[in-house]
């Protein structure tokens, strides 16, 4: 006998993938009229697309088609006819980006491996500020919050940026570009809610003083509704921001700006609760943890040419997290420095070189199932890069070298070369390869930490180790970028990364385990990417990303194995239906994790927009809609209780004046 509920699931389900079927007719429908149809889907031709200019590649201004890298961009109109509502349901735009949702308020953002909550080799930054955290080696994706319209783009790096960006961007490393002050003048309203987005509101002003300084001012707020768990989930999400950014053009070489943001909210959790003195009175507790920070971030540039210019950036940085497991705060002051100049005129030969230096101090609680020693530590960072284009045949083949020297607290003395080729056979294709070494530093959890665990019955102690080295990866990658007609085009790119030193567990008494570096892990793929924009009206986005991941360790230690996803395929398409209608799909699907017993899942986000008028557009979004709920991910480290990722839709208001 089936139940009710399942019944009226089911019918869901089928209403669902009939509405996603007439939306896949309606396409075929418009493809016959293609005559009829003259407004492009974005201000861009794809020719104009694959030109667009990237600066996190090589640290200055190139087109995406040259850039020798495995580099994606989620361009603001991306971001606008997505039907994300955070930064990290964004990211699952990239290929070779695994994204998978731990609760309402926790992700997995994992670049070619090593998924978890705590991704260490990734690299996060916002406007040149990092924003990977050294307490885990990671990114707390639930503090990163700001109106998704001020982003300009995200640049996404799949493969090793050592040499341009430093320790822990091994795997990768993930830019998100903000909009100049200038671009976001007028006020700007949404407002909306939902079944699990349950409200949210974000209010921006951009003005001017006189003719040279533009600046805007936001504010943002939102509330996220429990997940599913058949004991009850409890992990609501609310947060509030405000910020600000300044941009003063001193005259046509002189740039400077100043912004900065507040946040603060509580993030909701089941933790397992385990007291070090007395860890069989382990209980589950209903908690908020509190989060709240803040930056504020200079930044001059001057420029004297056209290829030459200089910039320096300092900010401060305030973080507090106050949670059962663990309790930190941190402040960290930054200051970077690069200059870029021609080397020689006659071959368009130019160099760009620059330092570093960051300062980190934290202050961690006791007596809880995370606890450090020393409690406080400082921690530095310093480095001098340099790097070139070389062409060696000119506009057809040039060779882009570079050289970083890295000094940390925890590993001293660390050389980061970078070699990459970039071959342009013609105008409408390139291929490349690159062969680079980088490092990820030991968090200070990894050296300085401890920590009770509840596995079952059992109490575990999970202890660090000071003699910790950094982990290092050789990456080699190889790529083609092709436009294959106008409407067309296909951007392909494979790699192999060969690392030793990775952290692995050994067990060194009875219920006691410690943290080793003497895995070695070889982690090899591919992935693809096409766009085909069959009509003015109508683009189709696929992607396919494979991934197999070999370790080794010494007997008698473990090593984590099958979090990693083998096979994603994702499938994008907006279509105009009008003028002033839009219709939206996102469909993707997620191999098994078998380390994690988490089956495959198939997901399928729809948005529709109608703009009654210019300055206003209503949304109607509806987010994994093929299931009523369904798990991507585990908690780590932190013992929190997993849960199911629900279907919702939300509504939004977005007023511009």
């Known amino acids: 006998m089936i139940a009710k509920s399942d019944t009226k699931t089911a019918h869901s389900v089928r209403g669902y993938l009939?509405?996603?079927l007439s939306y896949l007719f309606a396409s075929t429908v418009f493809a016959n009229q293609?005559?009829?149809?003259?407004?492009?889907?974005?201000?861009?031709?794809l020719e104009e697309l694959m030109n667009t200019k990237i600066t996190t590649v090589s640290r200055k201004s190139e087109s995406l088609k040259n850039a020798p890298a495995a580099v994606f961009v989620i361009s603001q109109e991306d971001i606008r006819r997505s039907s994300a509502n955070s930064i990290p349901e964004l990211l699952r735009m990239a290929p070779g980006l695994s994204v998978a949702r731990i609760d309402a308020n926790k992700w997995s953002v994992t670049s070619r491996g090593y998924s978890g909550r705590f991704a260490d080799d990734l690299l996060v930054m916002i406007d040149g500020r990092t924003v990977y955290?050294?307490?885990?080696?990671?990114?707390?994706?639930?503090?990163?919050d700001l109106p998704l319209e001020d982003i300009d783009r995200i640049e996404v790096i799949r493969g090793p940026s050592g040499t341009i960006w430093g320790a822990n961007a091994a795997n990768g490393a993930i830019h998100i570009i903000t909009k100049r002050a200038r671009d976001t003048q007028g006020t700007l309203i949404t407002s909306g809610g939902g079944s699990e987005e349950r409200g949210f509101a974000t209010v921006r002003h951009g003005g001017k003083i006189g003719e040279n300084l533009h600046f805007r001012l936001y504010s943002k707020g939102f509330t996220r509704d429990n997940s599913f768990s058949p004991s009850g989930a409890n992990d609501s999400w609310r947060m509030g921001t405000v910020g600000f950014r300044a941009d003063w053009d001193i005259n046509s070489n002189n740039t400077v700006t100043f912004q900065g943001q507040y946040y603060g909210g509580k993030a909701g959790q089941n933790t397992i609760f385990i007291?070090?003195?007395?860890?069989?009175?382990?209980?589950?507790?209903i908690e908020d943890a509190n989060l709240s920070g803040g930056h504020a971030l200079l930044r001059w540039q001057r420029t004297t040419g056209i290829n030459s210019n200089y910039a320096l950036q300092a900010y401060y940085d305030r973080t507090r997290r106050d949670e059962l497991s663990f309790q930190e705060s941190r402040q960290t002051v930054d200051v970077d420095f690069q200059h870029r100049f021609p080397l020689t005129t006659l071959f368009r030969q130019d160099i760009v070189w620059g330092g570093g230096y960051r300062w980190t101090t934290d202050h961690l609680g006791i007596n809880l199932p995370i606890f450090f020693d020393p409690t406080r530590r400082d921690l530095q960072t310093g480095n001098v890069f340099a790097q070139s284009d070389i062409p060696l045949v000119v506009d057809r083949l040039?060779?882009?070298?570079g050289l970083k020297y890295l000094d940390n607290t925890y590993a001293h003395g660390n050389f980061l070369p970078n070699a990459r080729l970039l071959w342009t056979p013609d105008s409408n294709q390139s291929i490349w390869a690159s062969a680079t070494r980088s490092i990820r530093l030991p968090s200070r959890f990894e050296h300085d930490g401890n920590q009770i665990m509840k596995d079952g019955a059992e109490f575990i102690r999970r202890v660090s180790n000071p003699h910790l080295t950094s982990e290092t990866l050789w990456g080699f990658e190889t790529g083609y970028k092709r436009k294959i007609t106008s409407d067309l085009s296909v951007d392909i790119a494979g790699f192999f990364n060969d690392y030793s030193h990775?952290?692995?567990?050994?067990?060194?008494?009875?219920?006691?385990?410690?943290?080793?570096?003497?895995?070695?892990t070889q982690i090899y793929g591919f992935e693809?990417?096409?766009?085909?924009?069959?009509?003015?009206?109508l683009r189709f986005m696929p992607s396919y990303s494979h991934l197999q991941v070999k370790n080794r360790v010494p007997a008698g230690q473990e090593a984590e194995s099958g979090e990693d996803p083998k096979h994603q395929f994702t499938f994008r398409s907006q279509l105009d239906l009008a003028h002033n209608v839009e219709v939206d799909a996102f469909f993707r699907y997620i191999d098994k994790l078998p380390g994690l017993e988490i089956a495959s899942y198939k997901a399928l986000d729809l948005r529709m927009a109608w703009k009654p008028i210019s300055n206003v557009e209503l949304s109607l979004i509806g987010q994994n809609l093929l299931q009523s709920h369904h798990q991507e991910f585990s908690p780590e480290l932190i013992q929190t209780m997993p849960v199911q990722i629900q279907r919702g839709i939300f509504g939004k208001v977005t007023w511009r004046f």
């Open 502 to 520: 990775s952290t692995s567990e050994l067990e060194i008494a009875p219920a006691t385990i410690q943290i080793t570096d003497q895995r070695h």
């Open 34 to 45: 293609k005559a009829l149809l003259k407004e492009d889907i974005t201000d861009l031709p």
């Open 275 to 285: 007291n070090p003195q007395e860890p069989e009175t382990a209980t589950t507790r």
């Open 133 to 144: 955290s050294p307490l885990f080696a990671g990114t707390f994706w639930e503090t990163l």
């Open 18 to 20: 009939l509405l996603f």
């Open 398 to 401: 040039k060779l882009t070298a």
């Open 528 to 537: 693809v990417f096409g766009e085909w924009r069959a009509l003015s009206r």
